[in-house]
């Protein structure tokens, strides 16, 4: 028997609470790991909150990320024992997630841990941290380098924003740093912003160009303010769009893309392929300093992510939501 966040519809009334769980209840796969961490995020807030269709099956283990030890493997790529790290593939919403004191996998969906880091650390992460690498590398790939000029990050305080803003700083860039909650502009200074500005005009409908200013950007906002930051894009820009924090549409025109040769690149981290995991999960042990998670974790217990998770959806937490479901494992 194990612990678990279990999320049910029943007679049309949906909820979510703390249950305990047998074995035999898990889903199909051919690794089953010993979670040690999970995450609490912005989509398993809102499935928790059931504030948007984000599962797709009941009942449902919520929690889109997690770490732990292999303990039963029918894959021949791990063994009992083995450190993994799983991001995505629809666990949460269509496949049990992490959330909970064991999982049932497929072998490919996982990673191995990437030293120097710990299994907390990995959580910490997560996908956020992993989307977030995986914008950077959009940007390298478009030819976006530190010398071409200011790098903007949206959506700077929260978990794709913050990782997004230290891993830019340390490689060289000038990152401007974007959020709604300008009291965080001495937690994103120390993570490497060389300036912090609020999303004022961004987010209300804007023009089909404004006056050039950004190399390259992240966003995880969509909506406005990503037309506001297509619109303000030098030439040759690129933005790394990941999210809709600010909404689905893009209420943009071409103008920026064919008066001044902006790329648009979409950036998924849920069915992204294994190899670019790999590439991304490995630039993080190599561009993300450990020392930034003092500031950047904040630790929820299993049987307060219910609660937690409409603080997440209400703006009010910063970085990261780690939550320690079976710490043991990973000693």
Sequence with gaps: MFDAILIDKTEGTYGAGLTRLDETRLPAGDVTVRVAYSTLNYKDALAITGKAPVVRSFPMVPGI????????????????GDRVVLNGWGVGETHWGGLAG?????????VPLQAPFTLRQAAAIGTAGYTAMLCVLALEREGVKPGDGEVLVTGAAGGVGSVAVAVLAKLGYRVVAMTGRESESAYLAA?????????????????????????????????????????????????????LAAGMSLPATVAPFILRGVTLAGVD???????????AWSRLARDFDPAHFAGLVEEVALPDTVAAAGRLLAGQVRGRIVVPVDPAAGE
């Design 191 to 243: 993570l490497g912003a060389a300036e912090v500005i609020g999303r004022g005009a961004y987010g209300e409908p804007g023009k089909p160009l404004a006056k050039e200013r950004w190399a390259g950007a992240v966003d995880v906002a969509g909506g406005n303010v990503l037309a506001n930051v297509c619109a303000a894009m030098r030439y040759g820009g690129v933005v790394a769009a990941c999210g």
């Design 269 to 279: 981290s849920v069915m992204c392929p294994r190899p670019r995991r790999l590439e």
């Design 65 to 80: 990320d997690l770490a732990g030890v292999v303990e039963a493997s029918d894959s021949p790529g791990w063994k009992p």
């Design 102 to 110: 064991r999982a049932r996998l497929k072998g490919e969906w996982l």
